[in-house]
Structures are given as C-alpha cells and as structure tokens.
C-alpha cells in the first residue's frame, strides 16, 4: 500500500529557496524525488519527530555559480563563505576596513559594528566619500559651501606678487581718499541757507565754522558771506549782529580776506534787486561794510577804491553810510554796538536801562507807536513784566497826573496789540505789590497813588478783577 506526504523542506533546513520533496514508503524503504530546485543545494538532515530520512549523495549542487559535489560539512561552508561577501559588498566604501572580513582561510572576522547613519547626515558629512585618505574632513574643516576659513583663522594681508600677470607696478604708491565733489549754484544755497539760519537760534560760530570746513565749497566759497548778510537783511536787528561777528570769526579759519572782499563786491552789484525786498538795505550793506573794516575784515582802503567808479545809486549810498560811520569812529562812535544786543544775549542792568529810557522818551513825546516799536526791538518778550513793573513805580515817584495817565494809555496800547501778555502784565503788578512796603519808605503816598492806579487799571480792562483784590493797602 503506497502513502505519500508532502513536507516543505524549508521547515527543517534554513535555505532560501522553496525545495518540494515528495517522500514515498514502500516496504520499510525511504525515496526521495527532488520536484524543483531553484538556486540552492538539496542538504541532508534527520527528522527529531517524524523518523525519516533525507539522502544527498550523487548530488550535484550549484554554489556561486559552479556547480560542486560536495558533502553537506563542505557545502555548509560554501554557504557562509557566500554570505559573507554578499555582506561585505553592501557597505559602503568609507566603512571599509571597519566592518566584517574574510581572512585568507575563509572565516569571517566581526569588526567593530557602525551605526546606520540617516541620507541627511551623508549630506552635511564633511568627509570624503572617494573611500580614500583617513576619513578627515576636507580641506581641514575649512572647505565646503558656504564656509569662509577654519574658525579662529585670522587672516592677513597677503603679499603682492610681482609674477602675477594682473600686477600693476603704479598700484604700489596709490593713496585711496574719500573725494567730496564741489557744491554748485542750486546745492550750494540748499546745503549752506539752513546752516545760517540754525545759526540765528543758536549762535554758536564755531559749529557753523565745523560744518562749512566739511564741505568742498570750491569756488563757491566767496559767496558765503554774500549769502549770510543778504539772510540777515530781512532778519531782526541781532541777527544782523550775529552775522557780524559770524564774519569775522569765519575770516582766517575758513575764509580768506580775498573771499570777503569778493563778496562784498557781490553784495554792490545786487544791491538793486535787494532793494526791491528790503528798502533799506543800502543803508544797511553800509553798516555792514563799516562793520567789516572795524573788524579788520576788509581793508581801510576798500571804500577808497571805489570812488569815482560807482554808476549804481544804491552802490554810492551803502559806500557813503560806510565813510560817514568810520569817520564817526574816530570820533568816539563804536561801530561794534551799532546792531545792538538782542534778547538774552544783552545783560540784564542793560535792559532795564534801555526801558527807563523809553519810558521817559515817550513821557517827552507822547509817541506811543515809536514806544511800541522800541520795545519790540528789544527782542525781550519774556522781560516784559519789567517793563510793567518800572512804569507803575514811575507813576508812584512822580507828582503830576500827566504821567499817571500817560502810563496808563501806554499799558492800554500795549495790552491790546498783544506787545505785553496777560502774563507778563500779571507778574508786572505782582512785582509792585511785593515792594510797596520799600517803595513806601521813599513815597509815603505809594499805597495810596497805587490803589488809584489799580482801579484805573480795572476799568479800562487793561487788568481783571483777581489782581485788583489782591492790591494790598495800608
């Protein structure tokens, strides 16, 4: 009777190709017919549980591509011998020399193991990937994109070598300097008309002296001068001060006496169209001119040159307003205060000399306009409670009503024209307040011409009725 079973080789023999063996049993007798065969060779082994038997001999087996007959220690061998190299050609070639190897007899010597290193950390290796050198990165750690040195190079200046074809011999001796180009007509008036006029405010000619020294004036330079007295023609009587002093600092430093000269000349030529803006500028130019030669800026013969050579009326004008003022100066005149002092600049004994004085010129005159314009002139608008003050201390040492009501008018006209701020006018009558026991000492009748006069106040509106109740009395 014939029983046939099928087993699968690979459940008792680890090969990797599929070997179906179909085992027939007749009479106690063991056969085995090989089905198929697909690379490797059919082995022999014995079955723990299912007692039977698997032959190999006349067996021709296939072990890299030749075909050996061999028994199954032989075959085995083979086997591992082939593993191997399929193992060693696997890795890479900058593991090599690290990993498994044969040795000449065939057996398979375990290097030290490499870890799997990731396809980004292959991409940001420095190392080189010929599979030649050490292993060291390129170039020292110093190669690579965007890699500009080895950290902690400090790099010199390299030596010229005179084999290079591109040496040029002229280069050894060139001097690099950063170049200002010169200013012309349009630059020249937007770059230097700010200069002067920041200058008003502050006054500082040593700043105005650092800015024009960075600026390549070039043949503009003469024309400096020109610029600043035709600004400080419409300008306030101190501004015109302070382009005199402007001038003078300026000559030697950064203008020459040429240049000055140049520009006063200039200033003769235009002098028609300057007229035409301010009317008095003739005279002014004059002033300045005198000014100039006081100062030692122009010569004592610039005036003299210009005799018999003048066609232009205003030209005639300004050189004549020069010669009267110079001949005046060697009678005693200083031409130096000719401008005044303006504001801040003037000390304060001064200014209120100059008050007392307008207010007994216009005791005199009566002018109350020309009082105004005087005041105004003074340049002072927050030392007007000053002015306040002397005019009431005026009306309190004086006998006759003219002055009281002439000061009135005044402190009238000028709290309506706004000259005087509620403010100022304030601190004027607070001032008085406070010194009226003093003043009393001198003009036993004080508290009493004071209190008329603050009523007086209060009815032409020229104060509010906060101030009149704070008059103090006897």
């Not at 008003?200 to 001068?225: C, I, Y």
């Not at 803006?277 to 100062?295: E, H, K, M, N, W």
């Not at 013969?301 to 001949?327: P, S, W």
């Not at 304060?348 to 008050?355: A, G, N, R, S």
Request: a negative charge.
């Amino acid at each position: 009777m014939l029983s046939c079973t099928v087993y699968r080789f690979g459940d008792f023999f680890p090969s990797p190709s599929a070997v179906f063996c179909v085992y027939v049993q007749i009479d106690n007798m063991h056969a085995c017919q090989e089905v198929g065969d697909l690379s490797d060779s059919i082995v022999s082994g014995e079955e723990d549980n299912g007692g039977f038997i698997i032959s190999n001999k006349n067996i021709n087996n296939e072990i890299n591509g030749n075909w050996v007959a061999s028994s199954s220690n032989s075959i085995h061998e083979a086997r591992l011998k082939a593993k191997a190299k399929r193992r060693l050609r696997k890795n890479s070639s900058r593991d090599s020399g690290r990993g498994d190897s044969l040795s000449d007899n065939g057996d398979v010597v375990r290097g030290t193991s490499v870890a799997p290193t990731s396809p980004k950390s292959k991409l940001l290796d420095r190392k080189s990937r010929l599979g030649k050198g050490r292993g060291l990165p390129k170039k020292g750690g110093a190669g690579g994109k965007g890699v500009w040195g080895r950290s902690g190079e400090v790099y010199e200046p390299e030596a010229v070598d005179e084999r290079d074809p591109n040496y040029d011999e002229d280069q050894e001796n060139c001097v690099y300097e950063t170049v200002v180009p010169p200013l012309d007509e349009r630059d020249f008036e937007k770059t230097v008309t700010p200069i002067v006029q920041e200058y008003f405010e502050h006054g500082d000619t040593n700043e105005v002296a650092e800015l024009l020294a960075e600026l390549n004036l070039g043949p503009m330079r003469s024309v400096v001068p020109s610029l600043a007295v035709a600004l400080a023609l419409e300008a306030k009587a101190s501004h015109r001060e302070l382009t005199s002093r402007l001038l003078a600092d300026l000559c030697g430093p950064v203008l020459s006496h040429s240049d000055m000269e140049k520009s006063f000349d200039k200033l003769l030529r235009e002098l028609p169209d300057l007229v035409l803006d301010t009317p008095g500028a003739a005279q002014l130019v004059g002033q300045f001119i005198a000014r100039a030669v006081s100062d030692q800026i122009l010569s004592k013969t610039y005036i003299e040159g210009y005799k018999g050579k003048v066609d232009c009326e205003y030209a005639r004008a300004a050189l004549d307003r020069a010669a009267v003022l110079l001949k005046m100066s060697m009678g005693g005149l200083r031409i130096d205060s000719q401008w005044g002092t303006g504001g801040g600049q003037q000390p304060v004994i001064q200014l209120i000399k100059e008050m007392n004085l307008l207010l007994k010129e216009y005791i005199l005159s009566g002018d109350s306009k020309e009082a105004e314009r005087c005041l105004r002139d003074l340049e002072v608008p927050h030392f007007h409670h000053e002015f306040v003050y002397e005019a009431i201390v005026m009306v309190l040492e004086s006998n006759g009503e003219k002055t009281f009501k002439m000061v009135l008018q005044l402190l009238k006209s000028l709290s309506v024209s706004s000259i005087i701020t509620v403010d100022q006018m304030r601190r004027g009558y607070q001032r008085v307040y406070m010194d009226i026991a003093e003043i009393n000492i001198d003009v036993p009748r004080a508290y009493f011409i004071l209190e008329q006069f603050v009523d007086k106040s209060f009815g032409m509106g020229i104060i509010d009725v906060k101030l009149r109740d704070l008059c103090p009395c006897r």
